[in-house]
Every structure is written in C-alpha cells, then in structure tokens.
C-alpha cells in the first residue's frame, strides 16, 4: 500500500517502488505523464506473489522528455489508487552550474557578478520550493500541488534562458 519514484543516476532513470494495494493483484500500471506537453507513457510492474512489492527502472531516454515535471499513477485493476509528482532538473542544475562557475570568476562585488547571484538564487529557490513541495504531494492527490510544482519548474527553467551552456 505503498508507491515510490525517485530520479536516479544522474536523471537517466525513474525508479518505481510499490506495494500492492490490491493483495490479489500481480501488476500494476503506472501511467507517467508529463505535466507540460500531457504526454503519457505507460509501464507496467510486476508484483512478487509473496511480498506483494514491485519495482521497475525506466530510462528517461523512454519518456517524452528529457526534464520536466511529471506526474506518475499507480494502476491496479482499471483502480487508480495513488499519484506521485517527479521532478527531472538536470537542465536547471546545469544552469546552476554555469551560474556558479560565472561566480567563481568573480572577484570583485561588481553588477554583473551581483546580477549572476541574483539569477542564481532566484533558481535555486524555485528548484528547492519545487523540490519541497513534491514532498507534501507525495500524501495527497490535489491537482493545485502538481500544478505548483509545474509552475515553479518552468519559472526556474525561464530564468535560465534555456541557454545552460553545457549541452544539456
């Protein structure tokens, strides 16, 4: 009675952990959809006869897109029984990492240097208030939790220019 989803290994997969909420069921379906676009990918997860646990990788490469807000449901028998909020960021961590490394060129406390702060705190708290506020979704099924978490996603992503100059 349980469903998990973590971002792993440097965002190149989804890990899905659950507990069958229906002890008679031996799978579930888990739909995954992007909040953005609304493109769904389904996956379906074994569950262990005895232990009633299931988990599944998925490669990010298998999703509609690399980054973004999505949101995963657990299926069992046409009942959907629970959704989770996945936040996929190594786009905006790759911009935060530009914005660093820009700091750290910096030796003086000169507007550009204090304009690359500003930038990069500004994304930084968007990531963590959306970060933290997938943990306070992950107990309830409000669509205003997914929406606030699209809502900080893409602002972080619009500060950063879509320009994170590193290739991701």
């Known amino acids: 009675m349980a469903f998990h989803i973590n971002v792993a290994n440097s965002c190149k997969i989804l890990v899905l952990n659950g ?99 500003a930038k990069a705190q500004k994304v930084y708290l968007l990531l963590e208030s959306a970060s933290s506020a997938v943990e306070i979704a992950a107990d309830t099924q409000s669509d205003a939790y997914f929406q606030d978490i699209l809502e900080k996603y893409t602002k972080a992503r619009e500060i950063c220019d879509n320009n994170c100059g590193c290739d991701c």
């Not at 999703?63 to 959704?83: F, K, M, T």
């Open 19 to 117: 507990t069958a909420y229906d002890t008679t069921s031996t799978q579930a379906t888990i739909n995954i959809t992007h909040l953005a676009s609304g493109a769904m990918v389904p996956v379906v997860m074994n569950y262990d006869p005895v232990t009633h646990k299931g988990r599944i990788v998925v490669p990010v490469t298998n999703l509609p897109h690399a980054n973004g807000v999505y949101r995963a449901c657990l299926n069992e028998q046409g009942i959907e029984y629970s959704c989770r909020p996945v936040v996929i960021h190594c786009d905006i961590d790759c911009c935060l990492t530009k914005l660093t490394n820009e700091l750290m060129e910096c030796s003086c406390d000169c507007a550009r240097c204090s304009s690359t702060l």
